[in-house]
Nanobody, 124 residues
Framework: QVQLVESGGGLVQAGDSLRLSCAAS????????LGWCRQAPGKEREFVAI????????YYADSTKGRFTISRDKGANTVYLQVNSLKPEDTAVYYC?????????????????WGQGAQVTVSS
């Protein structure tokens, strides 16, 4: 199993920046890619970004390229999502997710492990 715990959400103003963190642990965590997905009110969960186990490969959804940056601290088993120039439409619950082993994922359904989610609310 993989345990994922997000932190860093909250209420922010449009134009602000925010960094979400996700601490990963568990016996099955080794070599997992880590990613972020989000779910806005009344909408389906959508893929945001993913980073490889090594941290050398990243992939972003088209809708998040430019303002979102995913990074990883392997020593701390933590993945981060930096979001700049926040917009009200970025309001969502942001979920950290992990692949099974050395897998890859670009849709929410491909992630078997999930955190509990962190609420991000952007006011205009």
């Amino acid at each position: 199993q993989v345990q994922l715990v997000e932190s860093g959400g909250g209420l922010v103003q449009a134009g602000d920046s925010l960094r979400l963190s996700c601490a990963a642990s568990g016996r099955s965590f080794s070599r997992s890619a880590l990613g972020w997905c989000r779910q806005a009110p009344g909408k389906e969960r959508e893929f945001v970004a993913i980073i490889s186990w090594s941290g050398q490969v990243t992939y972003y959804a088209d809708s998040t390229k430019g303002r979102f940056t995913i990074s990883r601290d392997k020593g701390a088993n933590t993945v981060y999502l930096q979001v700049n120039s926040l917009k009200p439409e970025d309001t969502a619950v942001y979920y950290c997710a992990a692949t099974a082993g050395a897998g890859w994922a670009t849709t929410p359904s491909e992630f078997p492990y999930w955190g509990q989610g962190a609420q991000v609310t952007v006011s205009s």
